[in-house]
């Protein structure tokens, strides 16, 4: 077999895929035949749980050399990072033995066994179908990078938990029942290549979903999933939100001290609310270096209860969904009326309105009402966000919005909102010399919204003298030929600011007759920048979020040059608009050159007609970020 990229084989191809549902564990058989260097990542397994064991396989070489192995210490071990509403890492393995040229033959198990989970009877749960690590519902996604001849989802006809198959989009599905198993087949599943900008959870292919599903609900179909889901919000959603809660005189002592003298806009209400919950209960989630330092053994052996809200008061610490049950609480104290959107990250999977799950979504927003104004919507478990910041995976995504009520809770299906640029904006300011020898520059930042976000994430673990020497590093490693003398970062840990930096560094000029400066160095592009694009595109664009960058540039025009003029540049279309200008001023015995740069990204999704689009868009914001100060001796004397 070789690579025929007509067919859509490149790389490598799957010949088999197998996804076994047995009564020990999940079981996944994988071969794969390696046609080229670049296949070899076709081998590689991704996504190991903590449960997953009973590695085998074998690699069949060109020659007809054969490598067995039996145990997880015969692979390569690697960590990468994955991208999702909170960055994480993962682990992948790669067989030994694996060349261009090679058939890798693989199969592990994730274990699940017979042990209920703790709150198993309550639920009126069966013997588990998932391990404890995926909790009560999970999703995989059939295919990937590379062509998927043949493909099985296996379960047994006595299958206990809900199951959605998904067929690849526009065919349907091969469902076959024979000795007491299902199978769900599937043939010729097209790679999906990760063009820029775009998601897996977009692209159509293939799915398995399994959940737990509760006892005591409406049953849902595709004419009856309102019920369903009003159900879930009068029953479910009310007892983690409600109900099943503990409070008592600790959690009233503080929610009397954090609810008193709040503004009477409901806006600010709400923002001042939680801010004083952030500075007065600590989320463990998303702990600080300082805070790891002093961790105690006695905290990290407790087990947080995210129900016991007189606890949290009592001992200061909760974890992530702790915050949202406090903070869903403590806005009832305050007289606001919350509603709760039950959201899903889009950069994996999609919330399934018409899937009756309650286990699915990830996360909860809060949401806060005002007349004529739409809804601010607020994450308390997302720690340091700024109050109203929703973060990019979760906007234009479906969701289930719960509206409580008296005497019950209701739900029904909701867009959540796409936040504007003005909300994520990121600022630097240079200014620039040039003198004996030497070009200096200083850097001034600051960011907002999601871009202020992930500038803190990059420090939050880290003690002031690391942020400085982490910030010292990206900035040397970015610009290259340079001495960065001096970083500073400000308010990395303090949530009632924004975080900024700034830096100066150094490099040697020769004062050559042409000289060539950099009007932003080490600034990062605000938008991934492709080295190549694919000819064609059937796929949707998302990008990332909408956003604003605004760098601006003043530069000591030395002694005896001038400036080479360069036209102004001022693009728009639909993905947004780049902007970049410059003029001349005289002050204080020397002239400055200044330049604005500004690019802002104004839309999200776009469909695959609008590719055009998209590159011409990106290639200005390319072209802008390229730009040099180019300087020439004066021939006057």
């Known amino acids: 077999m070789k690579e025929d990229p007509g067919r859509g084989v490149k790389g490598a191809v799957v010949l088999d895929q197998i996804l076994s549902f047995k009564p020990m564990g999940i079981e996944h058989t994988y071969r794969v035949r390696v046609l080229s260097e670049a296949g070899r990542a076709a081998a590689e397994i991704r996504g190991l749980l903590p449960e997953s064991t009973d590695f085998e396989g074998r690699t069949i070489q060109r020659d007809g050399t054969i490598i067995t192995f039996n145990k997880r210490m015969d692979f390569h071990e690697k960590t990468e990072s994955v991208p999702g509403y909170h960055d994480r890492r993962i682990k992948v393995l790669l067989p030994p033995g694996v060349t261009s040229d090679c058939v890798v033959e693989l199969r592990w198990v994730d274990k699940v066994g017979f042990r209920n989970h703790a709150s198993g009877d309550a639920l009126g749960m069966r013997t588990r179908v998932l391990p404890e690590s995926l909790g009560l519902s999970a999703e995989w996604t059939i295919g990937g990078p590379f062509k998927v001849l043949h493909a099985t989802v296996e379960v047994p006809s006595y299958f206990s938990w809900s199951l959605a198959v998904t067929p690849i989009k526009g065919k349907s599905l091969d469902v076959s029942e024979k000795y007491g198993l299902r199978r769900f087949t599937f043939q010729d599943i097209p790679a999906w290549e990760n063009p820029p900008f775009s998601a897996q959870s977009l692209a159509g292919l293939p799915s398995c979903h399994v959940w737990l599903q509760i006892g005591g609900l409406k049953k849902g179909s595709d004419s009856r999933m309102a019920d369903y889901w009003n159900d879930v919000a009068n029953s479910f959603i009310r007892q983690l939100f409600q109900t099943d809660l503990v409070s008592g005189r600790g959690f009233e002592a503080m929610a009397k001290e954090l609810t008193g003298d709040l503004p009477a806009d409901p806006f600010e209400k709400a923002t001042t609310l939680l801010m004083r919950l952030e500075r007065r209960v600590r989320n463990v989630s998303q702990p600080t270096f300082e805070e790891t330092a002093k961790s105690t053994r006695q905290e990290e052996k407790a087990r947080i209860d995210s129900d016991d809200l007189a606890a949290a008061a009592t001992r200061g610490y909760t974890d992530g969904w702790g915050m949202a049950k406090l903070y869903f609480a403590l806005a009832r104290k305050a007289g606001l009326e919350p509603t709760l959107a039950l959201v899903k990250d889009r950069s994996r999977v999609l919330l399934h309105y018409q899937q009756a799950d309650v286990y ?37 995504t479906d969701a289930i919005l719960v509206e409580p009520g008296v005497p019950t809770w209701r739900a029904r299906k909701e867009i959540v909102p796409i936040q504007p640029g003005q909300w994520n904006v990121s600022s630097y300011s240079y200014q620039q010399t040039c003198a004996e020898g030497m070009s200096r520059f200083v850097v001034k930042t600051g960011f907002s919204g999601y871009e202020e976000y992930q500038e803190r994430q990059r420090f939050l673990a880290l003690e002031p003298s690391e942020q400085e020497r982490a910030l010292k590093e990206r900035l040397e490693q970015a610009i290259g030929q340079a001495t960065i003398n001096q970083t500073k970062v400000r308010h990395a840990q303090d949530p009632d600011q924004n975080v900024e930096w700034e830096a100066s560094g150094e490099r040697e000029l020769d004062l050559a007759d042409r000289l060539t400066f950099d009007p932003f160095p080490g600034m990062a592009s605000p938008l991934p920048l492709p080295p190549a694009w694919p000819e064609r595109r059937i796929e949707p664009i998302l990008l990332d979020h909408l956003l604003v960058r605004a760098a601006r ?77 180019v300087l020439e001796r004066s021939t006057q004397r």
């Open 360 to 396: 699915q979504f990830e996360k909860v927003l809060v949401g806060i009402q005002a007349p004529t104004r739409q809804t601010l919507w607020l994450d308390p478990a997302t720690r340091y966000a700024a109050p109203g910041l929703i973060l990019p995976g979760f906007q234009g």
């Open 553 to 629: 540039c003043r530069f000591a025009i030395p002694e005896g040059y001038t400036v080479v003029p360069l036209a102004a540049m001022d693009k728009t279309n639909g993905f947004g608009k780049v902007s970049w200008e410059w003029g001349m001023t005289k002050g204080g015995g020397s002239t400055q050159l200044e330049i604005r740069l500004k690019v802002e990204v104004s839309k999200l999704f776009a469909p695959p007609e609008a590719y055009a689009e998209l590159k011409q868009f990106i290639e200005w914001v390319r072209e802008a970020l390229s730009r040099r100060i």
